[in-house]
């Protein structure tokens, strides 16, 4: 009888801690994204010719800059990001061509690149986004290249450091269309797959 009475509570604890499981992790979302993802390293700075449009950050000789090869999970609701801006023109700050066309893209089209998790080895090249900001606006981009978390301080990469991993990198239209100040250089957004 004893036996029975300490399995059946032990079997409401168990459902009990299921239960508060994703209340849990609701209450502390970057704290599971965190651990999800964690720095897969560092590479030594290299300063060069850097495009510093957009007020792009460029390498410095000496410094240490931290490498991603993952991103925070895609939640389907909303995957929550910082959006930064990025000039895909040919003689932007955006370095070289997109990786997805090999292609160069004007300032007035909406397209974005994605932290190197999230672009998934080119998984959502040519797909389109939906992008969210906190003003309630929204608006759909296509993803044309990857914002490269491994990699940087490099001429393909303007010589910035490596995208962290949790950016949507937007090109002008994209800042315009959610109706949002170029100047401040990045906002926290949402985006899902369209």
Not at 133 to 162: I, L, M, W, Y
Request: glycine letters at 10%; a negative charge.
């Amino acid at each position: 009888m004893a036996t029975t009475t300490i399995a059946r509570r032990l079997s409401y604890t168990i459902v009990a801690l299921a239960a508060t499981l994703p209340l849990a992790l609701a209450a502390f979302p970057h704290r599971a994204l965190l651990q999800a993802c964690q720095s897969s390293g560092s590479i030594p700075g290299k300063s060069g010719t850097c495009n510093r449009d957009n007020d792009s950050v460029c390498c410095k000789d000496g410094q240490r800059y931290t490498t991603f090869s993952c991103s925070p999970p895609v939640v389907a609701s909303g995957t929550r990001a910082t959006l930064t801006l990025n000039s895909f023109a040919e003689n932007g700050d955006g370095g070289g061509a997109s990786s997805c066309t090999g292609t160069f893209f004007g300032d007035d089209k909406k397209v974005v690149a994605l932290s190197t998790g999230w672009f998934a080895g080119r998984s959502r090249c040519q797909k389109s986004v939906v992008i969210r900001a906190a003003n309630g606006r929204s608006v759909t981009a296509e993803v044309v290249d990857e914002c490269d978390s491994r990699h940087g301080c490099d001429k393909e990469h303007n010589f910035e450091p490596p995208c962290a991993n949790n950016i949507v990198d937007g090109s002008p239209a994209v800042w315009k269309a959610l109706g949002l100040d170029t100047d401040d250089g990045e906002v926290p957004i949402t985006w899902s797959d369209a």
